[in-house]
């Protein structure tokens, strides 16, 4: 199984960013899927998680109402849409592919991970 994400850079305060996450090697429509972050010196978080048919979600309250989670399960992608960015969004992006066909919160629920991309966002 392999999960390439993309989409991360540098951007201003307020601006946003798109990230991309594909899956090969596994039914991606059988699976739910998360994004989580690590900042510098911080354990990784949870930041959004979806459900295999994409109806059930779940955002952190740190980023609940500026970023969206959503899947194409016939293109076997996964974005996270990141939008009003703050300085303390910056972290490494991770996604990844769950167990189940549910989005937990619990990182222990992933079994697969991919290899994450930066977002970097300046004050």
């Known amino acids: 199984v392999q999960l390439q994400a993309s989409g991360g850079g540098l951007v201003q305060a307020g601006g946003s960013l798109r990230l991309s996450c594909a899956v090969s090697?596994?039914?991606?429509?059988?699976?739910?899927m998360g994004w989580f972050r690590q900042a510098p010196g911080k354990e990784r978080e949870v930041v959004a998680t979806i459900s295999r048919s994409g109806r059930n979600t779940f955002y952190a309250d740190s980023v609940k109402g500026r970023f969206t989670i959503s899947r194409d399960n016939a293109k076997n992608t996964l974005w996270l849409q990141m939008n009003s960015l703050e300085p303390e969004d910056t972290a490494v992006y991770s996604c990844?592919?769950?167990?189940?066909?549910?989005?937990?919160?619990?990182?222990?629920?992933?079994?697969?991970w991919g290899q994450g991309t930066q977002v970097t966002v300046s004050s």
């Open positions: 090697g596994r039914t991606f429509s059988d699976y739910g």
């Open positions: 990844a592919l769950s167990r189940t066909q549910w989005g937990p919160k619990l990182e222990s629920e992933y079994t697969h």
